[in-house]
């Protein structure tokens, strides 16, 4: 088993007893984050100065100023099941600690969640009010009916929750040779 004193800087709390007001009006960055990448430090960083700018409207949360802006980790995957493994578990925690170090961004806005919300409408029901930015790929999954019991029904129900959750996405896409 690894040495708690890893993750130290991290208070680790069941999500039943994490109080849903306390992450509401967050900007939020899921992901496995086997490892963390630029391209994840990219997206949340674009979205943070996006939230500086503050009075867009069109970005939901993130133009109405979020309150805070995280990563969410998932303990339970949608495609790839539970993550069991504490070891990758707590090297995954550990790598949030040197963000900074490992890109050289001024990243340190950004908490870190964990829960175990495979899907994005648990993770919304989780965290009402929020915004979840999203890469191109995710922003397609996101609207599979894989995902929503292969139901186009369910799939309309679940974006009508969304917005009675006044959960946003913003969707960050690659930029091209042209940049």
Known sequence: MPAYDVVEEFKVTEQESCTTALLQNSTI???SFNPIHKGHVS????????GLQSGDDVTGTVGRGSERFCFEMSLHNADKGFLTDEDSLFARIKQFS???SMFGTEIDFAHLVLTKEPLF???ARLLPR?????????YKRLLDRKYYADSEEALKLALLEFQALETS???GCRADNQG
């Not at 997206?43 to 996006?50: D, G, R």
């Not at 929020?130 to 995710?138: E, H, I, N, R, W």
Request: hydrophobic letters at 40%; charged letters at 20%.
């Open 29 to 31: 960055l899921s992901g």
């Open 43 to 50: 997206l949340l960083s674009k979205a943070y100065e996006k």
């Open 98 to 100: 040197q963000l900074r």
């Open 121 to 123: 409408i648990g993770k």
């Open 130 to 138: 929020s915004c979840f930015v999203l890469g191109q790929d995710t």
């Open 169 to 171: 996405f913003v969707v």
